[in-house]
T-cell receptor, first 110, second 114 residues
Framework: GQQLNQSPQSMFIQEGEDVSMNCTSSSIFNTWLWYKQEPGEGPVLLIALYKAGELTSNGRLTAQFGITRKDSFLNISASIPSDVGIYFCARSNTGNQFYFGTGTSLTVIP | NAGVTQTPKFQVLKTGQSMTLQCAQDMNHEYMSWYRQDPGMGLRLIHYSVGAGITDQGEVPNGYNVSRSTTEDFPLRLLSAAPSQTSVYFC?????????????FGEGSWLTVV
């Protein structure tokens, strides 16, 4: 499958720290999406990006669509224990085809 | 506020049995799809549909069947379950509107084949 390069694979951080993760692709796309998945649940959409350079926030979460259209990052500020989960990116072009990153597992240590 | 609803949440099957995972969405999305999620493999597309009456194969279609008789429903059938089909299955619906595409997932179905 056409997986995205997502890094890091896992993170262990102290509560209150900021977190940054990113996804890169060799091709350009017109949509970047970021999801969070908690154990036993389905992926939940956090942020959707549709334009190169777009910077969007959702509470403590901020994501940006890279100006080259080949990458995106997600930042979480002042992490809290409920931020624990797997975060993954998705990209899409026309035709409603989606490709997903393999995820970043986040552990927040109180 | 239902979104994408899939059932059952958990299922144990014996090898060779058949079953259907149900999926419904109430967002009037034209696209629906089924993914399986396995450790280290990420989400892999099984089958998808671009509208009622139209379905197509994804990356890993073998052993699965789908139909799309209505916009809302997109069931996934396991024809003869095999242990390799032990996985977590997600139904999703998506749309394309001007700015771009967005996909929404159901809560998942955990399937074990013994």
């Amino acid at each position: 499958g056409q997986q995205l390069n997502q890094s890091p694979q896992s993170m262990f951080i102290q509560e209150g720290e900021d977190v940054s993760m990113n996804c890169t692709s060799s091709s350009i796309f017109n949509t970047w999406l970021w999801y969070k998945q908690e154990p036993g649940e389905g992926p939940v959409l956090l942020i959707a990006l549709y334009k190169a350079g777009e910077l969007t926030s959702n509470g403590r979460l901020t994501a940006q669509f890279g100006i080259t259209r080949k990458d995106s990052f997600l930042n979480i500020s002042a992490s809290i224990p409920s931020d624990v989960g797997i975060y993954f990116c998705a990209r899409s072009n026309t035709g409603n085809q989606f490709y997903f990153g393999t995820g970043t597992s986040l552990t927040v240590i109180p | 506020n239902a979104g994408v609803t899939q059932t059952p949440k958990f299922q144990v099957l014996k090898t060779g049995q058949s079953m259907t995972l149900q999926c419904a969405q109430d967002m009037n999305h034209e696209y629906m799809s089924w993914y399986r999620q396995d450790p280290g493999m990420g989400l892999r597309l099984i089958h998808y549909s671009v509208g009622a009456g139209i379905t197509d194969q994804g990356e890993v279609p073998n052993g699965y069947n789908v139909s799309r008789s209505t916009t809302e429903d997109f069931p996934l059938r396991l024809l003869s379950a095999a242990p390799s089909q032990t996985s977590v299955y997600f139904c999703a619906s998506s749309y394309s509107r001007g700015r771009g595409n967005t996909i929404y997932f159901g809560e998942g179905s955990w399937l074990t084949v013994v």
